[in-house]
Each structure stands twice: as C-alpha cells, then as structure tokens.
C-alpha cells in the first residue's frame, strides 16, 4: 500500500522528492504522481488522523477503486488446506490462482500480497503457518543437555537419567521420556515411544550426530548406525541428520530442550524419585501442561495444534511395534560357528574365515553375509556354552558322522546289498560297545566313497565266504588287492545267516582231515 499520508506529510516539510521516495520506499514517479493529484484535488497537509492511506487512494485515485472491486480474494482456508500436501509451495498455489483469476476475467493479486493475505488469515484463524514446516514432514530429536536423578533407596546414592526429546516443528507438538542409559536400545526405545505418543510416523526424522544415532557424521554421505537405519525402514520413515555444530538444522527440539529443562527438569529438581517408572509418570504429568500451555502469540497450544493440524499427515503405524534388534560383526570360526553372548550357531561351512554381520532380537539370530541372510537360529537361553547346529550347514562328511547311529548305517547296509548287511550286523555283534562297532561300520561306509559300493557288496560277499565272523581289516585287504573282481571259486562255501550262528567260528569236518562219508 503506497503511504499516501507520510508522502503528503513530508512534502508539507519541503523534503525533496528524492528524499521522500528515499524515507518512503516508493519511486519518484510514484511521488510525483501522488504529489500531482492532491495539488489537482485540493489536498493538503495537516490531514484529519481518521482519513487513513486507502480513503486518500479512493479520493486521488479513484479509477483504482473498480479494479480493485474485480480482484478475486485468495480462498485461505483452501490454501492452508493445501499447503499441508507434500510439494506444494505458496508460489505454486500463488500461480494456479493467477492462471483461474485470467480465466474468469478476474485481476489477480500479487504474490506479495497474496502471502500477506495468507499470513494474515493463519494467524488469526489458525495455530500454524505452514510456510517453513510441513504437517508429518519432520521429527526433530535429541538428548536434553541436563539430567535428572533417580535416589537408591537403600544407600542414597544419586543414579543419572538421561532424558529424550522430539518435536513436531509444524505444530511444536513434544514428547520427553527419561531413560537410565544412552546405548542404541535406549535411542530406539525412545522413537517408538514417541510414534506411539503422537500415533503415527513423519515422513522424516531429523537427529543429531550422536553417535548412537550417527556412525559416522558427512555433510553428504552420512553413515547411520544399522540398528537405527533398520528401524527407520520398519516405520518408512527417513533419517536426515542435522549437519555438524548447526543446531538451527532442528530449532524446533532445540527450543523445546529450553522448555523442558525450564518446565519439566527444574521443576521436578525439589522431588525425589525411587524409580524410572515414577520420574516418568511425573515427566508425562509435567509434558501435559507443557503441550496445553496457551501460545503467546498465536492462538492455541501445542496440542490444539497437533490434533487440528498435524495429525491428520502423520503415516499411520505398523500394526506391531519394531522389535529392537543389535548388529554386531564377527568371522566365521574354522567349526563353521559364529559365537553370540557366549553361545555357538552355525552357518553354511562355505562361509568359514568371512566377515559377516549378525543380527540379534530377544528371540532370534540372523547371520547376513553382504546383505544375504544365511542363516538364522533360536536364540539361546541358556547361559553359555550352548552350540546351535543345523545339519545342512555342516560339510557332507560331517554331516553323515553326526547323522551316523545303528539305524542309519543298517538302512545304508540294507540299499548296498544283502552281504554288506550281513557283514555289517556281524560286525555290530563282534563288538562288546555298540561305539566301538559303529566306528568300524562307520569306516566301511568311507570305502565306498574310495571304492565304490559295487566293490564293497563283492568283498562283503567274498568275506563271508571265508568266515561268518567277517573283520574290517579283511575287507581292506581284498580291496587293496583286488581279489573283490575274481570270482568265487565253485569249491568254496558261501555261509549265509542261518547257518553261521556257531559262536566258535569255524568246526573242521571231515573233508578237512581227508575222510570221505561215502568211501568203504
């Protein structure tokens, strides 16, 4: 608006046009101009206080009046509405309002006055002015730079706790929560609270450079911390750091530290706590009158602001909380084992000497190797010492001798042949421990892989026609010698189960000592 007053005043003062149009901030054709018409109406210094700039312009300028009258006044609750949405800005809204206004033969307001308008209506109308803060855009977190301190009962000893803060910068909505420790688990704990708290998720969440948050701190490449990047996943949400020593990258919970520490820290300071769940109790008391605490400059308070102009933005939460979860790395032992909090789980053996990645919940243990999960185990709950093996992760030798028990090898004996069956339970019987036997039958199954299983059922059935008490050594000494591909002589006796019961081995017969039954 053109100070019609102050130019008519100044030049009562014989201020030169220059300096008016200097004091006034309007060009000299402009000062001229108004100069000009109130000469032409008669117009002079002093002016009556109740004559204001707009009824001098009705009165020099007339002919504005009627373009005035085809202006199309902003519709501010629609541009408030819109400004909510993800992208929009006041010169695109500003835009689309000129381009309808040409349309309809209407004469658009310019972009300053249509954001004086705008800026008007929000604050008279509503608590927020979305012009800087998107509603659900931003969480801004932090750790309060003061402390407060639970009281051990028995020795009065003064236990620090931590506490946590996030805000909404839209609606400056917060949420404070205490804590006994600043580790990782702590850190996620408290965003879930917080999402919980405000029930929902913003589209982005703006940390610190702690380094329970920040593994390495970059103006362009950050490295956040893969407990804290995961969970950020869960709840599609978007981690941003603020950039170092720029505390005004979040204003928002940096102001909110002040009110806290001002309203939540100093006033509980008199009040002594026995317990973390009773300074919370207290902190939620305490975060209330915070958040309902009237603005001093706008109408509302936080929470009025939340539920009318922020909530409704919010990503709606997953149907079951994150389950916190820690990474750490280690190497794959020579055992193909990996230890966790004193405890051994297997994975695959083509992995043993990598560097892998674990994963660890209350419940499970996940084993990645770049970003491939290879294995996953139930967590133990025994105390240490536990080995968790599974028996596909084990090499093919290791997995047969794990695997190798009496059924296991009969059932091998049995798809081999009838001989390598029989040899094996005669062996199985030899033995006074049922270990010791299987140690023998367990190093015929290793024949095969050296020979064949062909070769083993031919030296079985030639051992046994030997003797009914078949040894293993037998059976290495005619694979070595190669006695398995010559046939069975017509002459020998092939004994077979029923017959071979004796257990004293071998009784001579007649035929041993030359007597023939049927000679007289």
């Not at 012009?131 to 730079?145: C, S």
């Not at 794959?332 to 990598?354: A, E, F, G, L, M």
């Not at 047969?400 to 798809?415: C, P, Q, V």
């Not at 064949?452 to 031919?458: A, F, V």
Request: aromatic content about 10%.
């Amino acid at each position: 608006m053109i100070k019609y007053r102050e130019i008519l005043r100044l030049h009562a003062q014989e201020v030169t046009q220059r300096g008016i149009a200097s004091s006034c901030g309007h060009s000299r054709n402009t000062i001229r101009e108004v100069i000009r018409r109130a000469d032409e109406k008669n117009i002079q210094w002093p002016i009556e206080k109740d004559v204001t700039d707009l009824d001098l312009q009705m009165i020099l300028f007339p002919e504005k009046k009627s373009s005035l009258d085809h202006r199309r006044i902003p519709d501010g609750e629609y541009i408030h509405k819109e400004l909510a949405k993800s992208g929009v800005t006041l010169s695109l809204l500003w835009d689309e309002y000129s381009l309808q206004c040409r349309a309809n033969d209407e004469i658009p307001y310019s972009y300053r006055q249509f954001c004086r308008f705008y800026n008007n209506y929000a604050r008279k109308t509503k608590a927020t002015m979305r012009i800087k803060r998107k509603p659900g855009e931003q969480m801004e977190v932090d750790w309060a730079g003061q402390t407060m301190y639970l009281t051990n009962n028995f020795t009065g000893e003064k236990i620090p706790v931590y506490i946590f803060v996030s805000a909404l910068p839209c609606s400056q909505y917060a949420y404070v929560e205490g804590f006994l420790s600043m580790d990782v688990e702590s850190w996620i704990t408290a965003h879930i609270h917080a999402f919980e708290f405000y029930g929902g998720v913003t589209r982005i969440i703006v940390p610190d450079n702690l380094k329970t948050g920040v593994t390495k701190a970059s103006r362009t490449d950050p490295i956040i911390n893969l407990s804290y990047q995961e969970m950020a996943e869960y709840y599609q949400t978007t981690i941003i750091p603020a950039r170092v020593r720029h505390p005004k990258d979040k204003p928002s919970v940096e102001g909110n530290v002040g009110h806290i520490s001002t309203w939540i820290i100093a006033s509980l300071r008199n009040e002594k706590f026995f317990s973390l769940a009773e300074l919370n109790k207290a902190i939620k008391e305490k975060l209330e009158v915070v958040n309902t605490k009237p603005f001093q400059k706008r109408k509302g308070n936080r929470q009025e602001a939340f539920l009318e102009e922020e909530k409704f933005a919010l990503t709606p939460l997953p149907h079951s909380p994150y389950e916190i979860a820690s990474w750490a790395k280690t190497v794959v032992q020579p055992d193909y084992h990996i230890k966790v909090d004193h405890n051994y789980y297997s994975v695959p053996y083509d992995y043993i000497k990598c560097t892998v990645d674990v994963r660890v919940t209350r419940n499970i243990i996940e084993v990645f190797y770049k970003n491939n999960r290879i294995a996953s185990h139930k967590r133990s709950t025994k105390s240490g010492g536990d080995f968790s093996t599974i028996p596909d992760h084990m090499p093919r030798d290791h997995r047969k001798y794990a695997s190798f028990d009496k059924e296991f090898i009969l059932e091998w004996g049995a798809t081999t042949g009838p001989s390598t069956l029989l040899t094996i339970e005669r062996i199985l019987e030899s033995y006074p421990m049922e270990k010791q036997g299987l140690k023998s039958a367990y190093a015929l199954v290793k024949l095969a892989d050296k020979y064949s299983i062909e070769r083993i059922e031919k030296a079985c059935e030639r051992v046994l026609s030997y003797t009914p008490r078949p040894k293993l050594k037998s059976i290495q000494t005619i694979l070595k010698t190669g006695h398995d591909k010559l046939p069975l002589e017509g002459t020998s006796k092939q004994f077979s189960r029923q017959k071979n019961d004796n257990a004293y081995g071998f009784t001579r017969g007649a035929d041993y000592y030359g007597g023939n039954n049927n000679d007289n």
